[in-house]
């Protein structure tokens, strides 16, 4: 009976003493993340520091004549990656020391548990400044950008050319509805103009257009000296077609709706299966132009390249519009310049087709 009794209140008193253990790991514990958390900021702290005197050490030498301004920046920025490398090193190490003290001291955990690291040092940042600008932005870890307002397309388009020419309609146009085309290729970027919606963008960029005119009824264009005229050709033509190639700068601010894509570490904005129209204009200069003839002569193929200004307008720029889905839009672009230039009639390019931003 004594026995039992000693049982009893040897085990009421372990349940007593239960909770005070517990708080006392659990107080360690806190204590144990509490010192790792004060000395990965300990480390930061110096290696910034240790950052900002190189950085005034190279700004003196850049003062006194010994360093070119991009060899000053390119020291800064190999400065910034060493010790932004260190406190990913160092902050590693007593990670793992960590990690390890708490594998040891929790038997009924895996040799396999991780300790995530602290949210504030999954991105490390360094910023130094001089006396006029931010020199150093560095960015460490795998994730992506949080927010990426640019992003950049090949544009590609192509469809349907003629002129509209002054006090003609263009049902009657001496060139040929289908069989005179345009082609487009160039780069773009959109930015996102608002800061909490996509709903506005501002797209840029370059391409070049060729735009053909392919005359009707065996007609090609003769250069007179300010004067370039359709006249009939004197064999039979297969094919006659007036190219002008041009180089341009496209600006477009475009509308529509998307989608918020929201992963965690970073979100993005995607026009997919969205409605989307564009309005704006582009500038540039002319390449070349070339009239290319194919005809038949003492019952032979011949072929013709002639290569010259034609008169044509050496400064390129116009109104061009878009609408469409995604990707895909139906294309406008018509130029406020003047095809041949004056003393000749008035015909200024238009363009119809379709447009890919892909």
């Known amino acids: 009976m004594m026995k039992k009794t000693i049982l009893i209140a040897y085990f009421f008193s372990l349940i007593a003493t239960c909770p005070q253990i517990l708080a006392q790991e659990n107080e360690t514990t806190a204590e144990k993340e509490a010192s790792l958390k004060q000395k990965k900021e300990q480390i930061i702290l110096e290696e910034k520091e240790a950052l900002k005197k190189e950085v005034i050490a190279i700004n003196t030498r850049f003062n006194n004549g010994d360093l070119t301004t991009d060899e000053a920046n390119k020291l800064k920025e190999e400065a910034a990656e060493i010790h932004a490398l260190n406190i990913e090193n160092k902050t590693a190490i007593l990670e793992n020391t960590f990690a390890l003290s708490e594998r040891e001291a929790l038997h009924n955990k895996t040799a396999d548990t991780i300790i995530k690291p602290d949210k504030e040092i999954s991105r490390v940042e360094i910023q130094v400044f001089d006396d006029e600008a931010p020199l150093v932005d560095i960015y460490y870890g795998q994730q992506k950008k949080y927010d990426k307002r640019t992003h950049s397309n090949l544009l590609v388009a192509f469809g349907f050319n003629n002129a509209i020419i002054e006090g003609q309609s263009i049902n009657n146009s001496p060139y040929k509805m289908g069989k005179s085309k345009f ?6 970027w959109s930015t996102r103009l608002l800061n909490n919606s996509n709903a506005v ?12 005119l392919n005359p009707t009824d065996n007609m090609y264009f003769v250069q007179d000296g300010e004067l370039t005229y359709l006249e009939e050709f ?11 190639d041009n180089l341009v700068v496209p600006i477009h601010f475009e509308f529509g709706p998307s989608k918020t894509i929201d992963k965690g570490s970073y979100f993005r904005y995607s026009t997919r299966k969205k409605f989307k129209f564009g309005i704006g204009s582009y500038f540039g200069f002319n390449l070349r132009t070339r009239q290319k003839l ?7 193929k011949q072929k ?9 307008s050496n400064l390129i720029y116009g109104l061009s519009s878009y609408i469409g889905v995604d990707d895909f839009s139906f294309y406008v672009k018509y130029d406020l310049n003047r095809i041949f230039n004056e003393p000749n009639p008035k015909e200024n390019n238009i363009s119809l087709g379709l447009r890919f931003d892909l």
């Not at 082609?183 to 773009?188: K, Q, V």
């Not at 004197?234 to 002008?244: E, H, W």
């Not at 194919?294 to 032979?300: F, L, N, R």
């Open 304 to 312: 013709s390249k002639i290569t010259k200004s034609y008169n044509t």
């Open 294 to 300: 194919k005809y038949y002569e003492d019952g032979y």
């Open 201 to 212: 963008r501002f797209r840029y960029g370059f391409a070049f257009q060729f735009n053909g």
């Open 183 to 188: 082609f487009e290729m160039g780069w773009t």
């Open 234 to 244: 004197p064999g039979d033509l297969t094919k006659s077609k007036l190219r002008m």
